[in-house]
């Protein structure tokens, strides 16, 4: 019992001790005739009671709290926004309470049977209202407090298009639309917070905008800027919010220049958010800029090739130059080449200038430089040419600059000789072949004449005005016209099935030995282009311009696609164009030309207003549609 005893008042003594170091309370205590604690009274008018059983153990510890007011505290709240908290009191044994208040300020409300208080202070009461006084009368007790009420000012009003500018920093921020007034401001920093990164070059000062006010839509940011140093970078500088790990672009719109944005003149910055945090600004990870170097001509007398050095090395990063930025936190950082990567004949090799072996013939070499986030690509033309045994040399140099040629240009500069290939599909029977089993051949327009025979391996369909054959029109389905003037001299429904000509390989084969080599996408854009040197295209060939003249075959593995507005081959001349694998697409108002167009494994549109072809169109699928001349 004693050791009990003796621990308790230990632990007893503890936190009152604690209790007086703290100032919180004086501590008056109570014991029976057998010197046990019963009574613990404090000055607040806490009182606290032990129980004992006959053994001297507590049974009951009863905690009474006093009657008296939650505390309530000065309260401060911005002008125009609703204040409001409820009058309480405690230790109350059920007993009814009436609520009282004094000095209230102009507007406010207090309901005295529930002792809610609310108030939405105009902008007039901006300052400190004292002497606020609340009471609750409790039988014949009075509880009493007095707070103080401060009202903040507000920038940032109810309303529309509500506009908001910090002197200080030059930042101003437009609400679309404000419905609870508050304060917006602006603090200026020379860092990121810990655990915000940036992945872009950023100008070493950064606005942190907070506001209390409530708003719906989106809120437009513009920021004055200082260019200072990186003057040619104007036009690249973008507006970024550093929000949830994210470096994100809100550059709205993006249009530089005097009264752009940015604003090239006024040297303001804007953007469109819903939220707001960190906002700085800084300039992109811009992609290297490749430069393969000049062509080249190379002399050899073995068929094993020539050593080559290709030469990257005008190649550079335009970020290179913004030191002075802080930059992004990446790794690499994106300022910096980091990889040179070329692909040609030899396959790969790395580095600015590798040494590689390369066959006789024009090669088309391309350079990717990577700064280890973005990357571009250059080609270089390596012409390798074989000297025989009386010193002369086989083939003359191709030009090219890369794989999307704008402007107008002669595509190389070769005599093309369809040599061997004009004999295999100049005997062959049919002036139009489609050798889809399970696609007709289709031909719509106003006025088609075609000269020679048509074979389809499925149905011919012409619908249109005028049409006319004067060949035989075969068709292994049916034969369906539909015009007012049909002239087909014979037709042979139910014909015999017929396969297509594999001619792909020795086109390719024939038009490798004079030509030049691409090993991707190739295209070209201008208002005038002239192909006088074989294309060997390992992917698709685009070709966009006002006036196409062809005096060389073009051969892809992908698809082609002519859209001009005449396309016409050089007299005398005859022409393949061959798509290995993929569709050939021809979309001209008027086109002219003696050849061959093949697509084995694809199918061949034509969109032309006046078509007129001297040779063959064979595919697996044939479309013709006319259009306005």
């Not at 604690?18 to 607040?44: C, H, N, Q």
């Not at 062509?295 to 073995?302: C, L, N």
Request: glycine letters at 10%; charged letters at 25%.
């Amino acid at each position: 019992m004693n050791s009990i005893k003796t621990s308790f008042f230990i632990l007893f003594l503890l936190i009152t001790t604690l209790m007086y170091i703290s100032g919180s309370f004086a501590v008056t205590y109570k014991y029976d005739d057998l010197d046990r604690l019963v009574e613990v009274v404090y000055d607040d008018g806490t009182t606290v009671k032990y129980t004992y059983d006959a053994a001297g153990n507590i049974l009951k510890v009863e905690v009474t709290e006093p009657l008296k007011l939650q505390p309530i505290g000065d309260k401060t709240v911005n002008a125009g926004q609703l204040l409001t908290f409820t009058v309480s009191v405690t230790g109350n044994d059920n007993k009814k309470v009436i609520f009282a208040a004094y000095n209230l300020p102009e507007g406010a409300k207090f309901d005295t049977e529930t002792g809610v208080f609310s108030w939405t202070p105009a902008l007039k009461q901006v300052g400190v209202h004292k002497g606020i006084r609340f009471e609750a009368l409790v039988g014949d007790i009075v509880l009493v407090e007095e707070i103080t009420i401060t009202v903040k000012g507000v920038n940032t009003p109810v309303g529309e298009n509500v506009e908001v500018i910090d002197e200080n920093s030059g930042t101003t921020v437009i609400f679309e639309k404000v419905h609870t007034p508050g304060a917006t401001t602006v603090t200026v920093h020379n860092e990121l917070p810990a655990g915000i990164s940036s992945i872009v070059n950023t100008f070493p000062v950064y606005y942190n905008i907070e506001t209390n006010a409530g708003f719906t839509g989106k809120a437009r940011v513009k920021l004055k800027y200082d260019i200072r140093g990186f003057e040619e970078n104007e036009n690249d500088i973008r507006l970024y919010q550093f929000k949830d790990g994210k470096t994100i672009d809100i550059t709205s719109p993006v249009n530089p220049g005097v009264g752009g944005n940015p604003d090239t003149k006024e040297k303001t910055i804007e953007g469109a958010v819903e939220h707001f945090c960190f906002f700085g600004i800084g300039i992109p990870n811009r992609a290297p800029v490749a430069n393969a170097g000049d062509d080249k001509t190379f002399e050899t007398r073995s068929d094993d090739g020539v050593k080559v050095t290709l030469d990257g090395s005008l190649s550079y990063d335009p970020d290179a130059s913004l030191k002075g930025l802080r930059e992004p936190d990446l790794n690499p950082d994106g300022r910096n080449i980091v990889r040179y990567k070329w692909t040609g004949p030899f396959g790969e090799a790395e580095g600015v200038k590798p040494n590689v072996v390369m066959p006789p013939g024009i090669w088309e070499c391309r350079l990717i430089v990577s700064d280890g986030w973005l990357e571009s690509e250059d080609t270089v033309i390596i012409h390798v040419k074989k000297i025989t045994e009386n010193g002369s040399s086989s083939g003359d140099s191709g030009k090219s600059n890369n794989n999307n040629d704008s402007g107008d240009k002669n595509i190389g500069e070769k005599e093309w000789d369809i040599g061997k290939q004009d004999k295999v599909y100049s005997s062959f029977p049919y002036a139009v072949f489609s050798g889809s089993g399970k696609i007709p051949l289709s031909v719509y327009g106003l006025d088609i004449e075609i000269s020679g025979d048509i074979h389809t391996n499925n149905n011919f369909l012409f619908h249109g005005f005028n049409f006319s054959v004067d060949g035989i029109c075969k068709a292994a389905g049916e034969i369906v016209t539909l015009g007012k003037h049909i002239n087909v001299k014979n037709r042979q429904a139910g014909a015999e099935f017929i396969g297509m000509p594999e001619w792909a390989d020795d086109i390719k084969s024939e038009i490798l030995k004079n030509g030049i080599r691409y090993f991707a996408n190739k295209s070209y854009s201008g208002s005038r282009a002239s192909i006088t040197a074989p294309l060997a295209v390992d992917g698709d060939v685009t070709i966009n311009c006002e006036s196409l003249d062809i005096s060389a075959g073009i051969f892809a593995t992908g698809g082609i696609s002519l859209n001009v507005s005449r396309l016409k081959g050089i007299e005398g001349g005859k022409i393949v164009i061959c798509s290995e694998k993929g569709n050939i697409e021809i979309n001209a108002s008027k086109f002219e030309l003696n050849g061959l167009i093949y697509a084995p494994k694809g199918t061949v549109v034509i969109n032309a207003g006046e078509f007129i072809l001297s040779g063959h169109i064979i595919a697996d699928t044939i479309i013709k549609n006319e259009i306005s001349k």
